[in-house]
Every structure is written in C-alpha cells, then in structure tokens.
C-alpha cells in the first residue's frame, strides 16, 4: 500500500522560498503520476502542479506558473515542490497526491483534478507573512 507523507511546510515571509517534499513508502513511485493541491481556509482544495508518471511532463495552476516547479527523483521515491515568490495568498495546507499511470508516461491530461487520484498524504502547512 502507497503511503504519502510530506514535509517542508513552514511559516515564510512574502517573496521567500520553500521546498515541500512528498515522500513515498510502501512502493516505488516508478509509474505513479503525483499532484500537489492545497487547501486556504474555507476553500476548496484546488490542484497546483502535478509531473507525469515518467517524470518527462509537468502541468501548473495558473495563479503559480513561474513561481513553483515540481520535480521527482524515483531513486529516493520523493516528488518535490520548489516554491519561489511566495505570496501571503499561497497560504494553505499542501498536499501530495498519487496515481498509477503505467500505460501513458507522458499525459498530464486531468491531473490537477482531485478526483483522478487514488492516494493522498496528510498535509503540511504553508504559511506565507511578514
């Protein structure tokens, strides 16, 4: 069974940077697509960035393109989310989510929608304040 846990959430001030880590156990990441989503209070949670199953294609919300990117590193089976420019709006609970996509390594197709995904981490928070 896939089990998600992310880390690197933390209080910084506008125009800072975090890195948030989503790390996987229980199975290789190998062929699993990964979204990121977060959730600001009274919100619904809403997709930020997800990577393809082969790592090879990535898809951003367009309220963080430029700012965010995401990448994965298989050997140490964790998906990485480098946030820069940090604005007090990106507050919000980020979590990580998953996807076994074997058939199609490249597809993003649907990926930011919280409803193509299987398996889903706790959360960490972001908070974004002078």
């Known amino acids: 069974q896939l089990q998600l846990v992310e880390s690197g959430g933390g209080l910084v001030q506008p125009g800072g940077s975090l890195r948030l880590s989503c790390a996987a156990s229980?199975?290789?990441?190998?062929?699993?697509?990964i979204g990121w989503f977060r959730q600001a209070p009274g919100k619904e949670r809403e997709g930020v960035s997800c990577?393809?199953?082969?790592?090879?294609?990535?898809d951003y919300a367009d309220s963080v393109k430029g700012r965010f990117t995401i990448s994965r590193d298989n050997a140490k089976n964790t998906v990485y989310l480098q946030m820069n420019s940090l604005k007090p709006e990106d507050t919000a609970v980020y979590y990580c989510?998953?996807?076994?996509?074997?058939?199609?390594?490249?597809?993003?197709?649907?990926?930011?929608?919280?409803?193509?995904?299987?398996?889903w981490g706790q959360g960490t928070q972001v908070t974004v304040s002078s």
């Open positions: 990577i393809s199953s082969g790592g090879g294609t990535t």
């Open positions: 989510a998953a996807i076994r996509i074997p058939h199609d390594l490249w597809s993003v197709a649907g990926l930011l929608t919280m409803a193509s995904y299987d398996y």
């Open positions: 229980g199975v290789t990441l190998d062929y699993y697509a």
